[in-house]
């Protein structure tokens, strides 16, 4: 919260003091303070007209304008009861500005970032995994691939990883299963034969787990052939050890959200039970581009589609209106970027249509709603923003600083 705000003008403009604070109405916001300095003028004003300029404790500007455009939303916002404030920083080798998105669980950070590395860091600092498919790896997810058919398959799918590199097993996404175990999602490239001598490239996915203590992967699991017919994955997620998983099902690839049992004996992943089998009714009305409509957002047993305005409850079969008020048709007004919830409460982080993250916090019992301001797109990484174990509590990558910021909302 910023305390007082110095406007700093040239001594001419004193004899128009009653004009301007007519103008601008500057005796709405008692935190004010107007100064007439020449010397103050000169060593802030960057242009030949009056400005105002913010800066915050640690004297960074958030912002600056011209006086005659004066934009007192803006400027009010910073007066509010609302506030982000930063309580603790997290630093890493693996956080700086190739960081692409993150994902927090109750042990672990996990980070992704621009050249598709993933790492795992504990919200301790004293764990730093990074994560190499090497050769033996490789076998083992073909094996698991293979079975019977691995002494066979593996020598022309070799041959292929070495003549295309983008062939190699990549990590699709990480999520920690408990503590000690991190379950993997890896892509990888196989093959079949078609007419005469085609060969038809497609794609298939290994779920791995990865012992944390051991520091190596533990055992492989394959999607069921009976279910990869008809469902191609793209994201498993897991709430109370139980996995689900997100893809497109059908002749016409529509959006399917499944519940999965796994068979430790065979290694496999089998269909449970059909959850989501379709976009939400709000996009029947709004343009969402193809490459979007599907994404979604899961915490636990909350799943919400990135631009829908509900929250579905898995285990309840319950969905939750979200009080977000749509101004304009646009698909994009409001993203919803992560989700929470407590006794009392539901929480969003969300990016409004200004590239400004934002952090709503609406009542299960009522109507009250409260919004706060988490940053803009130039301050933070609007990829990096997510709860921290509970809805008052967020973390963050500043886009100038290699670090992940730990902050309290005060709604």
Same mark, same amino acid.
């Given at each position: 919260?910023?305390?007082?705000?110095?406007?700093?003008?040239? *001594?001419?403009?004193? =004899?128009?003091?009653?004009? @301007?604070?007519?103008?601008? +109405?500057?005796?709405?916001?008692? !935190?004010? #303070?107007?100064?007439?300095?020449?010397?103050?003028?000169?060593?802030?004003?960057?242009k030949d007209d009056a400005e105002i300029i913010i800066r915050n404790?640690?004297? $960074?500007?958030?912002?600056?304008?011209?006086?005659?455009?004066?934009?007192?939303?803006?400027?009010?916002?910073?007066?509010?009861?609302?506030?982000? @404030?930063?309580?603790?920083?997290?630093?890493?080798?693996?956080?700086?500005?190739?960081?692409?998105?993150?994902?927090?669980?109750?042990?672990?950070?996990?980070?992704?970032?621009?050249?598709?590395?993933?790492? #795992?860091?504990?919200?301790?600092?004293?764990?730093?995994?990074?994560?190499?498919? &090497? $050769? *033996? #790896?490789?076998?083992?997810?073909?094996?698991c691939l293979y079975r019977s058919l691995y002494n066979v398959k593996?020598?022309?799918?070799?041959?292929?990883?070495?003549?295309?590199?983008?062939?190699?097993?990549? @990590?699709? +996404?990480?999520?920690?299963?408990?503590?000690?175990?991190?379950?993997?999602?890896?892509?990888?490239?196989?093959?079949?034969?078609?007419?005469?001598?085609?060969?038809?490239? *497609?794609?298939?996915?290994?779920?791995?787990?990865?012992?944390? &203590?051991?520091?190596?992967?533990?055992?492989?699991?394959?999607?069921?052939?009976?279910?990869?017919?008809?469902?191609?994955?793209?994201n498993i997620y897991i709430d109370k050890q139980e996995y689900y998983?997100?893809?497109?099902?059908?002749?016409?690839?529509?959006?399917?959200?499944? =519940?999965?049992?796994?068979?430790?004996?065979?290694?496999?992943?089998?269909?449970?039970?059909?959850?989501?089998? +379709?976009?939400?009714?709000?996009?029947? !009305?709004?343009?969402?581009?193809?490459?979007?409509?599907?994404?979604?957002? #899961?915490?636990?047993?909350?799943?919400?589609?990135?631009?829908?305005?509900?929250?579905?409850?898995?285990?309840?079969?319950?969905?939750?209106?979200?009080?977000?008020?749509?101004?304009?048709?646009?698909?994009?007004?409001? $993203?919803?970027?992560? @989700?929470?919830?407590?006794?009392?409460?539901?929480?969003?982080?969300?990016? +409004?249509?200004?590239?400004? =993250?934002?952090?709503?916090?609406?009542?299960?019992?009522?109507?009250?709603?409260? !919004?706060?301001?988490?940053?803009?797109? =130039?301050?933070?990484?609007?990829?990096?923003?997510?709860?921290?174990?509970?809805?008052?509590?967020?973390?963050?990558?500043?886009?100038?600083?290699?670090?992940?910021?730990?902050?309290?909302?005060?709604?």
């Amino acid at each position: 919260e910023i305390k007082r705000i110095h406007i700093v003008m040239e *001594s001419g403009y004193k =004899s128009d003091s009653i004009d @301007i604070d007519y103008l601008y +109405e500057f005796k709405r916001f008692p !935190k004010l #303070v107007i100064h007439y300095s020449d010397t103050l003028y000169k060593k802030l004003s960057s242009k030949d007209d009056a400005e105002i300029i913010i800066r915050n404790t640690n004297d $960074e500007e958030v912002y600056r304008g011209l006086l005659k455009r004066l934009d007192l939303v803006a400027i009010n916002r910073f007066f509010n009861h609302n506030s982000v @404030i930063a309580i603790d920083t997290l630093r890493s080798t693996h956080i700086n500005k190739n960081v692409n998105t993150i994902y927090v669980y109750d042990d672990y950070i996990i980070i992704d970032n621009i050249f598709n590395k993933w790492a #795992v860091i504990d919200k301790l600092g004293k764990k730093n995994i990074s994560f190499t498919i &090497d $050769e *033996s #790896v490789k076998q083992e997810l073909y094996k698991c691939l293979y079975r019977s058919l691995y002494n066979v398959k593996y020598p022309v799918v070799n041959s292929m990883i070495l003549e295309t590199p983008s062939f190699k097993p990549a @990590i699709a +996404e990480i999520r920690e299963w408990d503590k000690n175990t991190l379950l993997v999602n890896i892509s990888l490239k196989d093959y079949k034969k078609g007419d005469g001598d085609d060969t038809i490239i *497609s794609g298939e996915n290994i779920i791995a787990k990865y012992d944390v &203590d051991r520091g190596r992967f533990a055992s492989f699991y394959k999607i069921d052939e009976g279910l990869t017919t008809t469902f191609s994955l793209w994201n498993i997620y897991i709430d109370k050890q139980e996995y689900y998983a997100q893809g497109l099902c059908g002749v016409k690839e529509h959006f399917c959200y499944l =519940s999965l049992t796994c068979d430790d004996q065979m290694n496999k992943l089998f269909l449970k039970k059909n959850i989501i089998f +379709e976009q939400p009714h709000r996009y029947r !009305k709004i343009a969402v581009p193809s490459l979007e409509e599907n994404n979604i957002c #899961v915490n636990k047993s909350l799943l919400a589609f990135a631009f829908d305005n509900e929250i579905f409850d898995i285990t309840t079969n319950k969905r939750i209106e979200i009080p977000i008020t749509y101004k304009t048709d646009k698909y994009n007004e409001f $993203e919803i970027r992560d @989700i929470f919830e407590d006794t009392s409460y539901y929480y969003i982080v969300g990016l +409004e249509e200004q590239n400004i =993250s934002t952090a709503i916090r609406f009542s299960k019992t009522g109507n009250k709603v409260d !919004k706060v301001e988490i940053g803009q797109a =130039s301050e933070v990484n609007k990829y990096c923003v997510r709860f921290y174990g509970s809805g008052d509590k967020i973390i963050y990558k500043p886009q100038k600083n290699d670090c992940l910021v730990i902050a309290e909302i005060k709604y």
